[in-house]
């Protein structure tokens, strides 16, 4: 394991935050992009429901409602995809 060196001036949290950043670049993006690709599907999916209970274009409404549920399902797996893998081991 690589010890900081004295010569850089960085305290230990600096260096323990960049070595983090690191090993995995770009989380807090990642991280990002999964709450607002999330919060968009939920709206949709918010959307798509009532649509679906008023009985409104059932023949798309009905797909719509499929898909914005998978797009929250696929952002909630990847993001706790992304905590787990953020664990130390």
């Not at 993006?29 to 999964?34: A, E, M, P």
């Not at 009905?62 to 706790?80: C, K, S």
């Amino acid at each position: 394991m690589v010890e900081p060196n004295p010569k850089t001036r960085l305290n230990p949290e600096q260096y323990a935050r960049l070595k983090a950043e690191i090993a995995a670049p770009y989380r807090g993006l990642r991280q990002f992009i999964y709450i607002g690709v999330g919060a968009s599907g939920f709206i949709g999916a918010f959307v798509f429901f009532f649509r679906v209970l008023a009985g409104r274009e059932l023949d798309s409404s009905l797909p719509n409602l499929a898909l914005q549920l998978g797009i929250v399902a696929l952002m909630a797996f990847l993001w706790r995809w992304e905590k787990r893998r953020q664990l130390p081991k």
